[in-house]
């Protein structure tokens, strides 16, 4: 093996580059832009190929999140990929349904961090957000049956909740 003095502990890039960027997102306009408070909304990210490709996966994480946007709203910074599959799967009508799924293009990164740090829940199927609302301490529901983070839940800020609406 490597001698000890050729190793060293360099920490997690994603999170240096969230705390390095963490004060220019807080001066971010995003949330004005939206008409959100913070703590007033949910935050939801979804683009993984078992949640988004297969209608089925898709349609029971709609229900879920019909329940969950009648007392929160939820916007949705929707991914490219995500989008093609809502046209191709016939879905614009169950989620144009959702009258409190507010559907947004996708943001920059400081745009995006500020709506992180600010939502009172997030929904997510990204391993990067799950460490990063937990740097935020910002509630997340991991919206997959398992997670490559699992030092996220021993945390308390995540729960991996899986695909079924209950």
């Known amino acids: 093996g490597l001698p000890k003095e050729k190793i060293y502990f360099v920490g997690n890039v994603m999170i ?21 408070s913070p703590q007033q909304y949910a ?7 078992s949640n988004v490709d297969e209608r089925e996966t898709f349609l029971r994480i709609l229900d879920a999140l019909g329940e969950i946007q009648t ?6 910074p929707v991914h490219p990929r995500t989008q093609k ?4 799967l016939g879905l614009t009508h169950r989620i144009a349904a959702l ?11 400081v ?21 990063e609302t937990t740097i935020l301490k910002v509630p997340c529901l991991t919206l997959r049956e398992t997670t490559e983070r ?17």
């Open 71 to 76: 007392q929160l709203p939820i916007v949705f």
């Open 43 to 49: 935050l939801l990210t979804l683009h993984r190929p």
């Open 111 to 131: 745009d995006f961090l500020k709506l992180l740090a600010e939502a009172k829940l997030v929904l997510t199927d990204s391993g990067g957000i799950q460490e």
């Open 150 to 166: 699992p030092i996220t839940v021993q945390q308390g800020t995540n729960v991996v909740v899986g695909t079924n609406p209950a």
């Open 16 to 36: 240096d580059t969230l705390l390095a960027n963490k004060a220019q997102a807080d001066q971010s306009p995003i949330l004005n832009e939206l008409r959100l």
């Open 99 to 109: 009258t409190n799924l507010r559907l947004i293009e996708p943001l920059g990164y």
């Open 85 to 88: 599959c809502i046209d191709a």
